[in-house]
């Protein structure tokens, strides 16, 4: 027993620099893990490979989170972009910030508040089918935004998903969606899952799909007694996002 401490020991790492919070909450976790083991309230062979693998977790969320006690209560939008963040945050960030938010709204139970989620590429955060975690993570993950979006009206909780690909996330929160902005769809997968969540569609609609122009959409749902064809506007130049595809016939000629 004391060699096997000794060596889960060298996951701890101490520096003449003060700790942080986040260092503080990793040896409160290392500490309590040795106090179960030696109070025999948990097996070692089971939480081991957890704790091994908490090191490597806790330096990607330092690189990423910076705890602190200013708070943005004053700001109307707070925007989080997960851009140079691995899979793995990509996906954990996204729950812990939506469900420290959710969980805010309920408590504070303020009539007058409101809470309005924005996930863009949302198939890399609401995916159904991943390999790259375990499924009882997987599971609380998807179940934490289907709460959200089943039950965060009442709360004054809002959910809006943007993806370009429908197939990839849950069906569930598909199906609890009240508005639909649909854009052409090519991909066969999308267009079925699309098919079977959404009732506010008749079979034209569902045909125009793969040949709606670009900057066109239609819009179903609670908003439109039928379903109706939208032109969106241009983003003034300016404004407009580097998102293009690379012309590389015209790099090639140049």
């Known amino acids: 027993m004391r060699e096997h401490v000794i060596n889960d020991l060298n996951l701890i790492s101490l520096s003449n620099e003060v700790l942080n919070d986040l260092d503080k909450l990793k ?15 948990a097996n070692r062979e089971h939480i081991s490979p957890l704790i091994k693998r908490m090191e490597k977790r806790f330096e990607d969320i330092k690189k990423v989170i910076r705890v602190s006690n200013e708070t943005n209560e004053d700001k109307n939008i707070t925007i989080v972009s997960l851009k140079n963040v691995n899979i793995h945050m990509r996906k954990i960030l996204p729950l812990l910030l939506c469900k420290q938010l959710y969980d805010e709204q309920k408590e504070r139970n ?8 924005i996930i863009d590429e949302a198939h890399n955060i609401l995916s159904r089918d991943s390999d790259r975690e375990s499924e009882q993570w997987k ?31 849950s069906s569930t929160i598909i199906s609890q969606l009240h508005n639909y902005f649909l854009h052409r769809l090519i991909n066969n997968n999308d267009i079925l899952a699309v098919e079977r969540t959404i009732s506010y569609l008749d079979k034209l609609s569902f045909e125009y799909l793969p040949i709606l122009p670009t900057g066109t959409c239609i819009l179903a749902g609670l908003s439109a007694q039928v379903p109706v064809v939208v032109d969106i506007g241009k983003i003034d130049d300016e404004h407009e996002p580097n998102n293009k595809t690379r012309g590389l016939i015209k790099n090639w000629s140049e």
């Open 27 to 41: 040896f409160q976790i290392i500490f309590q893990y040795y106090d179960d083991i030696i109070k025999g309230h």
């Open 139 to 169: 599971d609380y993950r998807l179940e934490t935004f289907e709460e959200i979006i089943k039950e965060g009206r009442k709360f004054g909780v809002f959910l809006t998903v943007a993806s370009q690909r429908p197939s990839d996330i």
């Open 110 to 117: 303020d009539d007058t508040s409101y809470l309005n989620i």
